[in-house]
């Protein structure tokens, strides 16, 4: 595969950026597209639109390389006549009926039908190149309910009879390929993922997939970017249906797991046990595992909230009573509100009191505010008629635009001071590294510190002066 393989990604959000800056480091030449056309006039200036640690580096890497350019989706028909993998990863945000959106990956889909029907493709080019792979592979990167792929290959028929196809077949394969990558670690886990996962009914769309992902699942790539995991990346194969369920199986079961220690955790509050031991003491089991196991507010973001809810309304589509799911939901919305009960259990009433918002960000190392649990306290506190004051390294300014009656403070001492009760919404580093004394002589009485990611230490908060209230800590 001398010189890698000519890719295309439509959509430049995280997972389009990180997965076309990731193909173009381990040495394809990738086009990233996008509507956006004031997004890409950023990228092409060196500007990044999002916040993502190590993303900007890689990027600037692969188009100092030649490897990685940008462009408007007007330019898709060139990109798609010219590339051997084109990638669909535009967003499929949550329509009214809880259920996934496809209307992007739809317009997608159809431009490339479109494209391939416009530009037939040159035979005799394609035998000078023959490394190129032909029919065109199509990989649904987005989010979408089982079922889309077919839907995909559809809709790319459809574009191809749009512009006069002649009702011959585009040339073009359909692959699911689910992304598993966090924001906040989106170059890591794109370049040592815990697996690749493929979909397809076609044999030769999964080898174009294996030789195009080669480099990742050798670990062969150069990298400063070590330590990493010597052992190979396993290339899981399946079938279309089957790639799309493992994507909202694998995030509706984090959120479960977190959604259990979080019912655990409240069950720890009332039995006097400490959670964060029994997330050690369960951890440890190989069955378990030790990850995402934090009780706390509960899970935000833009994938589990809007995935949990697509599953669930497949399962309406099918008369399913999906009970588990639903507990899911149902947990994590009552922990936020126990924010405000926590709050007024010390504080009693909240009207004229200040209360400071310690990270806004729906976690740490992102400056992602969707379905962020910053918002929804700060609203509900405001409507309660207390004076909220936030701090986040970097999300701030958005939150103050997302939520005007919200003061947003330069540092974290700032937001503390003279407030009568702190909350950790988002576990920062440097929240996790507050000097608690400090806070401590900064606020007013009664000085609450609702730990809202159990990310602090109790005794020392104690110590600091600080009436400490965390989540299922006895
Ligand atoms: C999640 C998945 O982890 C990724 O594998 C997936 O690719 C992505 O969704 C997606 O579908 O695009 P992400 O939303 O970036 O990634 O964030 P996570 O690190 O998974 O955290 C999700 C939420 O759970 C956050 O609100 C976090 O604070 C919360 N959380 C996480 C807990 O409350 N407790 C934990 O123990 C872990």
Redo the contacts with the bound molecule.
């Keep these: 595969m001398s010189g890698g393989f000519e890719v295309g990604v439509v959509g430049a959000g995280y ?1 389009g950026l990180a997965t076309g800056a990731c193909l173009a480091h381990v040495g394809h030449r990738v086009t990233c597209l996008d509507r956006d056309e004031e997004r890409v006039a950023r990228l092409e200036g060196g500007r990044m639109p999002l916040y993502e640690p190590g993303l900007g580096g890689l990027v600037a890497r692969g188009v100092r390389g030649g490897r990685l350019a940008f462009a408007a989706s007007g330019d898709l028909p060139e990109v798609a006549r010219k590339s051997d993998v084109v990638f669909i990863a535009v967003d499929t945000p949550q329509g009214e009926d809880g259920s996934a959106d496809l209307s992007n990956v739809a317009e997608v889909a159809r431009g490339i039908g479109r494209a391939l029907a416009q530009a037939p493709l040159d035979k005799a080019a394609l035998d000078e190149a023959p490394l190129q792979a032909r029919p065109l592979v199509v990989v649904n990167k987005s ?1 979408v309910p089982v079922g889309s792929g077919d839907y995909v290959s559809m809709l790319v028929r459809d574009g191809a009879d749009e512009v006069g196809g002649g009702g011959e077949e585009p040339g073009f394969l359909v692959v699911s390929n689910p ?6 670690s989106a170059v890591y886990d794109s370049l040592f993922p815990d697996r690749i996962v493929v979909g397809t009914e076609s044999r030769e769309a999964l080898e174009v997939l294996r030789a195009l992902y080669r480099p990742i699942i050798e670990q062969s790539f150069p990298t400063d970017l070590d330590p990493r995991p010597k052992v190979a990346v396993p290339f899981v194969t399946t079938d279309l249906a089957s790639a799309e369920m493992i994507k909202y199986a ?2 509706a079961f ?1 959120a479960t797991k ?1 959604s259990f220690m979080n019912e655990i955790s409240n069950l720890c509050e009332l039995v006097g046990a400490d959670v964060t031991e029994v997330a050690t003491g369960i951890g440890l089991d190989g069955r378990i595992g030790a990850r ?3 009780a ?1 507010i ?7 909230p809007k ?1 949990v809810s697509a599953l669930r309304a497949v399962a309406r589509e099918y008369d399913y009573e999906s009970v588990l799911l639903d507990a899911t939901v149902d947990v994590n919305e009552k922990q936020r509100k126990q924010v405000i009960s926590k709050l007024q259990r010390d504080l009693h009433t909240l009207k004229g009191k200040r209360v400071a918002l310690l990270g806004l960000a ?2 740490p190392n992102t400056d992602d505010l969707r379905g962020a649990p910053s918002l929804e306290i700060a609203r509900s506190l405001d409507s309660l008629g207390a004076r909220v004051v936030g701090y986040d390294p970097v999300a701030g300014k958005a939150a103050a635009r997302r939520l005007p009656t919200l003061r947003v403070a330069f540092d974290p001492y700032e937001a503390l001071g003279g407030a009568h009760a702190a909350v950790v919404v988002t576990e920062w580093g440097e929240i996790r590294s507050l000097d608690l004394g400090r806070a401590a002589d900064l606020m007013q009485e009664p000085k609450v510190l609702v730990d809202g990611r159990n990310a602090l230490d109790p005794e020392a908060a104690r110590a600091g002066g600080l009436l400490y209230r965390g989540f299922g800590r006895g």
């Design positions: 997972v989010t992304e598993f990558l966090r924001e906040g694998a995030n984090l977190i995402f196991l934090n706390g509960g899970w935000g973001g833009s994938c589990f995935d729906f976690k």
